[in-house]
Structures are given as structure tokens and as C-alpha cells.
Nanobody, 123 residues
Framework: QLQLVESGGGLVQPGGSLRLSCAAS????????IGWFRQAPGKEREGVSC????????KYVESVKGRFTVSRDNVKNTVYLQLNSLKPEDTAVYYC????????????????WGQGTQVTVSS
């Protein structure tokens, strides 16, 4: 059974950091491009970052450039999203998603989705 499981969310103060993980089971993550998305209450889901299957190409939405970093360890079958300099507007449920392509995209064009992990940025 193909499954993606996110972890690492939590409550953090503005300016703080978190590292989200997306662990895959039931398939070899190295064949898949991975996207990270988030959805805040009352808002549409937004593509935040993505990484190609090899890790050689990454993309970020403008609002997180310079603060978030996506990476992957295909041996561990895991993708990471490092969140630094967090702001209250980063508060959302964060999802990872996989698609069987080399290239990634910030659009909602993925096949497999995790259940999400909550990130709350508040003082």
C-alpha cells in the first residue's frame, strides 16, 4: 500500500524553525517528484515547494523563498522541508504529495497525498 506520512509540525514562535518530514512506504520514493503544499483555514491549498525525483531541481513559492528549504534522502525514502524564520502567515496544515515524474510542480497535479501535519506560528 502506497503511503506518505508527514511529521514534524507543531507550535512555534515567530522567527522559529521546524523541519517537516515526509516518509514514504510501499514504493520507492526516488522515482517520484515531491511537492509540499499547505492549506490555512478558509483558504485554498497552496503549493509551497517541490523537488524533482533526483533532488537536482527545486522550486519555491515567492513568499517562502530564502526561508524554506526542500531536500530529500532517497536512501531513507524521505523528503524534508526546513522551515526557518517562520511567520504567523505560515500557519497551515502542510501536506506532501508524490507523482511518478522526474520534474516537480507547485500545481495540484500529484497522485499520492499524505494526511498533513499542523504548523502553528504564534507568540
Amino acid at each position: 500500500q502506497l503511503q506518505l506520512v508527514e511529521s514534524g509540525g507543531g507550535l512555534v514562535q515567530p522567527g522559529g524553525s521546524l523541519r517537516l518530514s515526509c516518509a514514504a512506504s510501499g514504493f520507492t520514493l526516488g522515482y517520484y517528484a515531491i511537492g509540499w503544499f499547505r492549506q490555512a483555514p478558509g483558504k485554498e491549498r497552496e503549493g509551497v515547494s517541490c523537488i524533482s525525483n533526483s533532488g537536482g531541481s527545486t522550486k519555491y513559492v515567492e513568499s517562502v523563498k530564502g526561508r524554506f528549504t526542500v531536500s530529500r534522502d532517497n536512501v531513507k525514502n524521505t523528503v524534508y522541508l526546513q522551515l526557518n524564520s517562520l511567520k504567523p502567515e505560515d500557519t497551515a496544515v502542510y501536506y506532501c504529495a508524490a507523482r511518478l515524474l522526474t520534474a516537480c510542480a507547485l500545481k495540484d497535479e500529484y497522485t499520492y497525498w499524505g494526511q498533513g501535519t499542523q504548523v502553528t506560528v504564534s507568540s
